[in-house]
């Protein structure tokens, strides 16, 4: 990382990315309000720090060993300016703004019919994104892979009627990626892209998802280790996208404990990521929980530990789901949810211990 003087110009600072180019580096420059910060994205040590922190207009130069310093809060520009975390702005909503942002939705786009009308419950019930799978990740060959595993088509109308949903409902979208082939179609019609927790470790599919510009809704792997999560986000920003919106989902339960839930919900991971990044931080307690009686107690306690949102898979019949359908809450619970996360998040905001 190379801290420029608050007084350097604009040539030494095309100076100091010529020269880390030279050495086979790519250079993000960020432009604070008080100085600029090059972040160097490659291998690091091909660079003679000392050598260019001699060099007209370098502050300081030096090995950074986060292996996620583009999105690092103490390394990143943000730090300087003492914000808290990044707003990541789809249409009007922010995200990790001064309010909670809610995304619900069903877990798969089964028919217009089905995504319309739970499209208006979601929005009726306050939500601000609505999502849908059109290529579901699924542990069985033999499941609904989703419409988009039928062929172009069906994946076209699925992701269209995700458009005219959201668009009807005054709602932003979201939808998943599975693969490479499917990013470029899924951008010419969802506001974000997720990438799923399956989905992770996919270097290849975070570059090309990065570089369509999209938001992108990173999903933790059940797996991975809170550096591992934030290393595999430095991949999206490392194209020059920070618009990442992290998204806790729960870990592998232990012991018994998965007799009765899917996975374990990380909760402490949300002020943990916090400290680390500035990227906003969302949960998603239907993934986690896998059960409608434990979603409205893990929404709440997600939005207590300071989550910016929640991601939650909702359908006006649960039993109907033909995917996830233990996990779907009802329109009406949903609604409940929203509400009391909103009361439980003015009142964690309110507090002035924990924030530190
Ligand atoms: C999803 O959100 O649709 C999903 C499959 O979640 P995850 O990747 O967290 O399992
Ligand atoms: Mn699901």
């Given at each position: 990382?190379?801290?420029?003087?608050?007084?350097?110009?604009?040539?030494?600072?095309?100076?100091?990315?010529?020269?880390?180019?030279?050495?086979?580096?790519?250079?993000?420059?960020?432009?604070?309000?008080?100085?600029?910060?090059?972040?160097?994205?490659?291998?690091?040590?091909?660079i003679?720090?000392?050598?260019?922190?001699?060099?007209?207009?370098?502050?300081?130069?030096?090995?950074?060993?986060?292996?996620?310093?583009?999105?690092?809060k103490?390394?990143?520009?943000?730090?300087?300016?003492?914000?808290?975390?990044?707003?990541?702005?789809?249409k009007?909503?922010?995200?990790?703004?001064?309010?909670?942002?809610?995304?619900?939705?069903?877990?798969?786009?089964?028919?217009h019919?089905?995504?319309?009308?739970?499209?208006?419950?979601?929005?009726?019930?306050?939500?601000?994104?609505?999502?849908g799978?059109?290529?579901?990740?699924?542990?069985?060959?033999?499941?609904?892979?989703g419409?988009?595993?039928?062929?172009?088509?069906e994946?076209r109308?699925a992701?269209?009627?995700?458009?005219?949903?959201?668009?009807?409902?005054?709602?932003?979208t979201?939808?998943?990626?599975?693969?490479?082939?499917?990013?470029?179609?899924?951008a010419?019609?969802?506001?974000?892209l997720?990438?799923?927790?399956?989905?992770?470790?996919?270097?290849?599919l975070?570059?090309?998802?990065?570089?369509?510009?999209?938001?992108?809704?990173?999903?933790?792997?059940?797996?991975?280790s809170i550096?591992?999560?934030?290393?595999?986000?430095?991949?999206?920003?490392a194209?020059?996208?920070?618009?990442?919106?992290?998204?806790?989902?729960?870990?592998?339960?232990?012991?018994?404990?998965?007799?009765?839930?899917r996975?374990?919900?990380?909760?402490?991971?949300v002020?943990?990521?916090?400290?680390?990044?500035?990227?906003?931080?969302?949960?998603?307690?239907?993934?986690?929980?896998?059960?409608?009686?434990?979603?409205?107690?893990?929404?709440?306690?997600?939005?207590?530990?300071?989550?910016?949102?929640?991601?939650?898979?909702?359908?006006?019949?649960?039993?109907?789901?033909?995917?996830?359908?233990?996990?779907?809450?009802?329109?009406?619970?949903?609604?409940?949810?929203?509400?009391?996360?909103?009361?439980?998040?003015?009142?964690?905001?309110?507090?002035?211990?924990?924030?530190d």
């Amino acid at each position: 990382m190379i801290i420029m003087k608050t007084n350097a110009t604009s040539e030494q600072v095309a100076k100091i990315v010529e020269e880390v180019r030279r050495y086979g580096l790519r250079a993000d420059v960020s432009k604070g309000r008080y100085r600029t910060i090059i972040g160097l994205v490659g291998d690091e040590h091909k660079i003679p720090f000392d050598n260019l922190s001699v060099l007209p207009g370098v502050k300081e130069a030096a090995m950074v060993e986060v292996p996620y310093k583009l999105i690092s809060k103490e390394y990143s520009r943000f730090a300087e300016e003492g914000t808290e975390h990044t707003i990541v702005k789809v249409k009007d909503i922010e995200i990790g703004g001064d309010k909670p942002v809610f995304i619900a939705g069903p877990c798969a786009v089964e028919s217009h019919q089905q995504l319309l009308r739970i499209a208006q419950d979601a929005s009726e019930a306050g939500a601000h994104i609505l999502r849908g799978g059109v290529f579901k990740p699924r542990s069985s060959v033999h499941s609904f892979q989703g419409l988009g595993a039928l062929g172009e088509k069906e994946a076209r109308d699925a992701l269209a009627w995700l458009r005219e949903a959201g668009e009807r409902f005054n709602l932003a979208t979201v939808t998943e990626v599975r693969g490479e082939s499917q990013v470029e179609l899924a951008a010419e019609y969802a506001d974000i892209l997720q990438i799923g927790s399956r989905n992770m470790y996919n270097q290849d599919l975070l570059a090309k998802a990065a570089r369509t510009g999209k938001p992108i809704l990173f999903k933790r792997h059940f797996g991975a280790s809170i550096e591992e999560f934030l290393s595999f986000a430095e991949y999206i920003a490392a194209e020059g996208n920070k618009d990442i919106i992290l998204c806790e989902r729960g870990v592998l339960p232990t012991g018994k404990g998965k007799n009765y839930i899917r996975y374990t919900l990380d909760l402490a991971a949300v002020p943990v990521l916090q400290k680390e990044t500035y990227l906003p931080v969302i949960v998603d307690p239907s993934h986690a929980a896998g059960r409608r009686d434990l979603i409205f107690n893990m929404s709440c306690a997600a939005i207590a530990v300071g989550a910016s949102g929640l991601m939650i898979e909702m359908h006006y019949n649960p039993t109907e789901a033909i995917v996830d359908a233990k996990q779907a809450v009802t329109p009406d619970e949903l609604k409940q949810i929203i509400y009391t996360c909103k009361e439980i998040d003015k009142l964690i905001k309110s507090a002035s211990y924990g924030k530190d």
